[in-house]
C-alpha cells in the first residue's frame, strides 16, 4: 500500500510552468531519488510536498490521508498546515540550524515547541524535557555525533552540521524523510559521511524521498528513480530501469555525463 499518492500536482509561479502534472506514489520504506538538471523542478516538488509551497493545483495524500486537494477549500486552511507538515521531515542543502544552539539543542528544539501544545504538558513538563533530551542524544550518536552534541553549529564541519539536520528531522518521526541535495554545500571529502549515514537510513527502511545530483547514491541506494526535465517526470522506474533501459532520449543524454564517468 502507498504511503504517499501525488495526483497530478500543477505549480507556476507568476507565468512560468514549473511543475506540469505531476504523478507518482511511494510505498512504505521504498527510498525515492528525484533526479534532473537544474530548473527541471525537483526542489519545487519538494517543497509543495512539504507545504512550504502550495501546489496550484492536485491532490497529496499521506497514509490514506488527503492533505491536499484543489478542489477542496477546506485542505488548504492555514491552520491545518502545520499538522501536515508533520508528516514529512525535511533536510536542507544549508543545514538551517540555529547558530545559537548546541547540536543538542538543535534537535530537540522543534520537539519542545510541540510538546508545550499538549494538554499535560505543565504537569509533566520536566518529564517531557528528559524524554526529548534522551531521544535527541540517542539520534545525534546514530548520526556518529556522540561526542559533539554540545558544540555549536561554528564548531562543526559542514558533514556533521547536515548529521545534525538529519536527526532534527528524525526527532520528529516522520512518516517520509525528504532531502533537497544534501551534499550539495559540502567539500568532497564530506559528502561520504552525509551518504553513509543515509545509506544506512535506507537499510533500516526510512522511507525516503531524495533529491540528488549523487547519481551512484541514486543508482546503488534508491529503489525507484525519478527523472524530471521541464518541470514533467519524463521517466521514472526502478534505478536499473532508469539508468540502464531508459526510454527517452533526454533521459540518455543526462545520464551520459554520468556514465562515461
Known amino acids: 500500500m502507498a504511503i504517499l499518492e501525488v495526483e497530478h500536482i500543477c505549480k507556476s509561479f507568476e507565468r512560468t510552468e514549473v511543475l506540469k502534472d505531476i504523478s507518482f506514489s511511494l510505498e512504505e520504506g521504498q527510498v525515492l531519488s528525484i533526479i534532473g538538471s537544474s530548473g527541471s523542478g525537483k526542489t519545487t516538488l519538494l517543497r509543495c510536498l512539504n507545504f512550504l509551497e502550495r501546489p496550484d493545483s492536485g491532490v497529496i495524500r499521506v497514509c490514506q490521508e488527503t492533505l491536499f486537494d484543489s478542489n477542496n477549500p477546506a485542505s488548504m486552511q492555514e491552520s491545518e498546515i502545520r499538522k501536515k507538515r508533520l508528516h514529512f521531515g525535511l533536510v536542507f542543502q544549508s543545514f538551517n540550524l540555529f547558530p545559537q544552539y548546541t547540536a543538542l539543542e538543535n534537535v530537540m528544539l522543534a520537539k519542545e515547541l510541540l510538546a508545550k501544545e499538549q ?6 513538563k520536566k518529564e517531557i524535557h528528559e524524554e526529548i533530551r534522551i531521544l535527541a542524544e540517542e ?3 546514530q548520526m556518529g555525533l556522540a561526542d559533539r552534541m554540545n558544540n ?12 545534525v539536520a538529519i536527526a532534527r ?3 520528529l518521526k516522520p512518516d517520509i524523510l525528504c532531502f533537497d541535495e544534501p551534499t550539495s554545500a559540502l567539500d568532497p571529502e564530506l559528502t561520504g559521511e552525509v551518504l553513509r549515514v543515509m545509506k544506512e537510513l535506507a537499510e533500516q527502511k526510512t522511507t525516503m524521498i531524495i533529491v540528488t545530483h549523487e547519481m551512484a547514491f541514486a543508482r546503488d541506494v534508491a529503489s525507484h528513480v525519478i527523472f524530471m ?3 514533467y517526470i519524463l521517466e521514472q522506474g526502478t534505478p536499473k530501469q532508469v539508468f540502464e533501459h531508459s526510454h527517452e532520449e533526454r533521459t540518455k543524454q543526462f545520464l551520459s555525463r554520468f556514465t562515461q564517468g
Open 152 to 163: 555549536y553549529p561554528h564548531q562543526l564541519s559542514g558533514g556533521q552540521c547536515q548529521r
Open 229 to 231: 526535465d521541464d518541470g
Open 139 to 141: 539520534l545525534l550518536s
Open 169 to 171: 528531522a528524525l526527532a
Open 119 to 124: 494538554a499535560d504538558y505543565k504537569s509533566r
